[in-house]
């Protein structure tokens, strides 16, 4: 079995040196100077001129409709991310801390909850395996009955962390590159179209937890179950931060919906948010980060550290996918 590299050096590298099952060398590091800059993957349609877009090149050679269908849907659904308005994300924010701290009681959620995120993928995506539906249900029905109440909210917080780290310009597509290469589909392991539903997933969240669980325990080394572990704790904190960022305002009100789009009509025609007249402004978390409100207002302190906090779970997330995947084509390679 090959030896993976460190913790250390996957926070230091993000190319993923690796020794490979039939040599000791360490593959060379990619420099900055061959990461260039581009739009080549994603065709990007978006009319906000706001964004801070991070972007590089991706070598992929989709060859398989099942791959360029997978990239098509990423695609599109990075398009609708960058087209939303901030003011949406500061809604489902608020909403996310009212179910956390007003229905769920502010407790974070079980680990189990995530590590059984697949079976219902299984559920959803393979209901014509009845054998695998039957053992999903059982293992469902272990679970307290605010399951998928919990399940639901995790998967709205993985895809606001998603968008945010999209629209704030955290998110380099070279990083995931491991992701396009053809040999994903090699990987059975995974859901796919759960992983290539967002850049950021819960399919990878997941992942994070069944590297530690039988039977893959006995596949990877314990450097990849460290990082995994790294993973899990900095998804928690990312959660806990962003939970407090509206503990203070929620004043027994789980919307601030009629406020925002008070403000921006396309709010209104395009997104359902209920339009009434509002005088007073609500407390909430303001996602913007303009140079005047640093000056002025904590929010715009307190959007500086979401956005920090940001930058390092998305650090952590693609050094482990990047270690997972190229790991996971190295044993393919080695038994074939």
Not at 15 to 27: D, G, P, Q, V, W
Not at 92 to 116: A, S, T, V
């Amino acid at each position: 079995m090959q030896s993976i590299f460190s913790v250390q050096e996957a926070e230091q590298s993000p190319t993923f040196m690796i020794k490979t099952a039939s040599s000791n060398e360490l593959s060379p590091p990619l420099q900055p100077k061959d990461r260039k800059t581009t739009l080549g993957l994603v065709k990007l349609r978006s009319n906000n001129q706001q964004l801070c877009v991070n972007w590089s090149i991706i070598p992929t050679n989709a060859t398989s409709k099942k791959h360029q269908d997978l990239i098509g849907s990423l695609e599109q659904n990075i398009n609708e991310c960058l087209d939303q308005p901030i003011e949406v994300l500061e809604d489902k924010l608020f909403y996310l801390c009212y179910i956390y701290f007003i229905e769920l009681g502010g407790i974070p959620p079980d680990p189990m909850i995530i590590e059984i995120f697949h079976m219902v993928n299984v559920i959803q995506e393979e209901c014509t395996r009845p054998h695998n539906i039957s053992n999903a249900l059982i293992t469902l029905s272990k679970i307290s009955g605010d399951y998928m109440k919990i399940y639901d909210f995790l998967c709205n917080f993985v895809k606001l962390i998603n968008d945010l780290s999209l629209i704030y310009g955290i998110i380099n597509l070279y990083d995931y590159r491991f992701r396009f290469e053809q040999r994903i589909e090699s990987v059975k392991i995974l859901n796919l179209p759960s992983l290539f539903s967002d850049i950021i997933n819960m399919e990878i969240i997941w992942m994070s937890f069944a590297v530690q669980k039988p039977p893959l325990c006995y596949v990877f080394n314990t450097q990849v179950k460290s990082l995994a572990k790294l993973l899990q704790d900095e998804f928690y904190k990312t959660l806990e931060v962003f939970m407090e960022s509206n503990q203070d305002n929620l004043d027994n009100k789980d919307s601030i919906q009629t406020w925002l789009a008070s403000k921006n009509l396309r709010l209104v025609e395009e997104y359902g948010f209920h339009s009434e007249p509002e005088k007073t402004k609500p407390m909430y978390q303001n996602l913007t980060q303009k140079v005047f409100n640093c000056f002025c207002f904590k929010t715009a302190f307190q959007a500086s550290e979401l956005k920090e906090q940001l930058f390092e779970f998305e650090k952590i997330f693609r050094h482990f996918e990047g270690v997972v995947l190229k790991s996971w084509y190295e044993l393919e390679k080695f038994n074939n």
